[in-house]
Nanobody, 118 residues
């Protein structure tokens, strides 16, 4: 069974840092674009950052300069380093990836809660 498993969420004070990790597992032939989305209560899910297989990155304007997305192709993993966290970063963060298994499909992780509060 193909799945994305996230870790690294939690509670952090404003100005603090967290690192999210996500690994794809299962019978995977190739991993294409990977990324992170977030959804705050009462709001739509939004793209935070994405990274192509070749390392081209894309960020939401609200996180540019504070968050860094990276990946390890050998581990089928993607990471999100979040610095200078703000209360408005509070949300459930979801890993997302385009995976080639028996066919090319888009997959979602189960989500991990990030809470920024003093």
């Amino acid at each position: 069974q193909v799945q994305l498993v996230e870790s690294g969420g939690g509670l952090v004070q404003p100005g603090g840092s967290l690192r999210l990790s996500c690994a794809a597992s299962g019978n995977i032939f190739s991993v294409y674009t990977m990324g992170w989305y977030r959804q705050a209560p009462g709001r739509q899910r939004e793209l935070v950052a994405s990274i192509s297989h070749g390392g081209v990155t894309n960020y939401a304007d609200s996180v540019k300069g504070r968050f860094t997305v990276s990946r390890d192709n050998a581990k089928n993993a993607v990471y999100l380093q979040m610095n200078s966290l703000k209360p408005e970063d509070t949300a459930v963060y979801y890993c997302n990836a385009d995976l080639l298994t028996e066919r090319l499909r888009n997959y979602w992780g189960q989500g991990t809660q990030v809470t920024v509060s003093s």
